[in-house]
T-cell receptor, first 109, second 114 residues
Framework: SQQGEEDPQALSIQEGENATMNCSYK?????LQWYRQNSGRGLVHLILIRSNEREKHSGRLRVTLDTSKKSSSLLITASRAADTASYFCAPSGFQKLVFGTGTRLLVSP | DAGVIQSPRHEVTEMGQEVTLRCKPI?????LFWYRQTMMRGLELLIY????????DSGMPEDRFSAKMPNASFSTLKIQPSEPRDSAVYFC????????????FGPGTRLLVL
């Protein structure tokens, strides 16, 4: 199993701005997933990108994957206060998911 | 679908008592995971089942913890005896595939051991 490392640990922005979070990992993967956790709630799956994909979109979310650099980024465009949460990446190589410490995003009105 | 269901949502108990956490996975999912989340250690995988069989329990802290999955629609995580350091939020998650695919999390059980 392997763990993704999210960067930055915390991010504070204003509503309407874009938020970018990064994830690095160490070994080869089959896919990489991003999850969101609102305070006091369980994790919610946002998006899964496979190792043969370079970019994927879902609504206001854009995920990129660079397997040569073993890194991924999550971009949230036109952020809203409701996007305030912790965001986790989970690289997967047919092994159990290991979640990092996440990026805490605060979006102020 | 109702999603992953966990009970109780909150549990307060005294040190030494037995605690049983329950989970009902999403119908049709064949993998079930138990996680524990604390501020100090983050989100830790305790054990996972595939087709009701425990596959990896290397994350179970010690013998005081045990987990069962008697059928495809029910799992329990038991702590006996409980200790204050077991205080955490315990999540159950399920997935359709085996390892590495999308997991669907329950709302968690917030456990406080006094």
């Amino acid at each position: 199993s392997q763990q993704g490392e999210e960067d930055p640990q915390a991010l504070s922005i204003q509503e309407g701005e874009n938020a970018t979070m990064n994830c690095s990992y160490k070994t080869s993967i089959n896919n990489l997933q991003w999850y969101r956790q609102n305070s006091g709630r369980g994790l919610v799956h946002l998006i899964l990108i496979r190792s043969n994909e370079r970019e994927k979109h879902s609504g206001r979310l854009r995920v990129t994957l660079d397997t040569s650099k073993k890194s991924s980024s999550l971009l949230i465009t036109a952020s809203r206060a409701a996007d305030t949460a912790s965001y986790f990446c989970a690289p997967s190589g047919f092994q159990k998911l290991v979640f990092g410490t996440g990026t805490r995003l605060l979006v102020s009105p | 679908d109702a999603g992953v269901i966990q009970s109780p949502r909150h549990e307060v108990t005294e040190m030494g008592q037995e605690v049983t956490l329950r989970c009902k996975p999403i119908s049709g999912h064949n993998s079930l995971f138990w996680y524990r989340q604390t501020m100090m250690r983050g989100l830790e995988l305790l054990i996972y089942f595939n087709n009701n069989v425990p596959i990896d329990d290397s994350g179970m802290p010690e013998d005081r913890f045990s987990a069962k999955m008697p059928n495809a629609s029910f799992s329990t995580l038991k702590i006996q005896p409980s200790e204050p350091r077991d205080s955490a939020v315990y999540f159950c998650a399920s997935s359709f595939e085996d390892l590495g695919e999308t997991q669907y999390f329950g709302p968690g059980t917030r456990l406080l051991v006094l």
